[in-house]
């Protein structure tokens, strides 16, 4: 039977917040989840959350920078999916705005390269919804979409 060690006081909910975070960036919210999972009383938790934003192992505003140029850059998600992965990772919109403000999103170079390679010069309807539908999910506007589409249908009728 695998039984799952709880937390009895603040060192030992310390211990775990620090142990997480050596693995990877957590945001607040994400710590708090944890540790209460972990069985940490509410007190508990908030010492450790004081202690990780003095010693700034928790900065809400740089995990969201970070975050939001991963999912741009590796990802290739789109302005609305960041933000939705932000929102569900408990970042404030002031500290959303602020990591998507530092982001271009007004060059559609990438997004272009991006729906070329998906539409493969297949410029049927069914290929360009399927498309679409693709590209909308990854947080892309219909209106950057549709004009990559026309950009690479003007390209190959000039052929």
């Keep these: 039977m695998n039984k799952q060690k709880t937390i009895g006081n603040y060192e030992q909910a310390k211990d775990k917040a620090l142990r997480l975070l050596t693995f990877r960036a957590h945001s607040e919210y994400e710590l708090r989840n944890k540790l209460k999972i972990a069985g940490a009383k509410d007190e508990d938790i908030e010492r450790t959350l004081d202690f990780c934003r003095r010693y700034n192992f928790v900065n809400d505003l740089q995990y969201a920078q970070y975050k939001a140029r991963d999912l741009k850059n590796l990802k290739k998600f789109g302005r609305r999916r960041i933000e939705t992965e932000l929102k569900m ?8 705005d602020e990591a998507l403000s530092e982001l271009d ?3 559609n170079t990438a997004l272009l390269a991006l729906v070329k390679k998906k539409l493969g010069g297949d410029f049927e309807r069914k290929s360009i919804d399927r498309c679409i539908r693709y590209f909308m999910y990854r947080g892309y506007e219909l209106g950057e979409i549709k004009k990559c589409i026309e950009q690479l249908k003007e390209e190959s009728d000039e052929m």
């Design 89 to 96: 990772k408990g970042i404030s919109a002031e500290f959303i």
């Design 105 to 107: 999103f007004e060059d």
